[in-house]
């Protein structure tokens, strides 16, 4: 398990699928169930992301986003990742340092900017010959 105590996506499959056929380890490898999002990991190999954990929330909802983000199942093993996203990568990456200011933006939609034309016009070279 990692920092915020969900196991990985992986792991997650693997315990869902020991789950759906009553816990015997053989019988997830005899799983005939091929339609299942979760079949090419029952056995946990591969590396599954997040989003395949959504497309198997998406299936159990009857393919209703509206009832995936509202699941009340909160004691289902794939719940933290019914969102698509991973909880343990929570502030990891996905935003810029660096975010332009409100004025910036906002000068920006209102068209208080104007667009500068691009040339080699007074660049650094010229008047530099060639030699």
Same mark, same amino acid.
């Not at 792991?11 to 759906?20: F, P, S, V």
């Not at 500068?116 to 660049?123: I, R, V």
């Given at each position: 398990?990692?920092?915020?105590?969900?196991?990985?996506? @992986?792991?997650?499959?693997?315990?869902?699928?020991?789950?759906?056929?009553?816990?015997?380890?053989?019988?997830?490898?005899?799983?005939?169930?091929?339609?299942?999002?979760?079949?090419?990991?029952?056995?946990?190999?591969?590396?599954?992301?997040?989003?395949?954990?959504?497309?198997?929330?998406?299936?159990?909802?009857?393919?209703?986003?509206?009832?995936?983000?509202?699941?009340?199942?909160?004691?289902?093993?794939?719940?933290?990742?019914?969102?698509?996203?991973?909880?343990?990568?929570?502030?990891?990456?996905?935003?810029?340092?660096?975010?332009?200011?409100?004025?910036?933006?906002?000068?920006?939609?209102?068209?208080?900017?104007?667009?500068?034309? @691009?040339?080699?016009?007074?660049?650094?070279?010229?008047?530099?010959?060639?030699?």
């Amino acid at each position: 398990m990692r920092k915020s105590g969900v196991p990985s996506p @992986l792991k997650t499959i693997r315990a869902y699928c020991l789950y759906c056929v009553g816990g015997d380890p053989k019988a997830v490898a005899g799983c005939g169930g091929t339609d299942c999002p979760f079949h090419p990991y029952s056995m946990g190999q591969s590396r599954p992301g997040p989003k395949v954990i959504r497309i198997f929330c998406l299936e159990c909802q009857g393919g209703h986003r509206s009832f995936v983000d509202n699941c009340q199942t909160t004691n289902c093993l794939c719940y933290p990742y019914r969102m698509g996203t991973n909880p343990n990568r929570k502030g990891i990456g996905g935003t810029p340092s660096h975010k332009p200011s409100k004025k910036v933006v906002s000068g920006l939609l209102n068209g208080k900017f104007r667009q500068l034309e @691009l040339s080699l016009e007074g660049s650094p070279n010229q008047g530099k010959k060639k030699e």
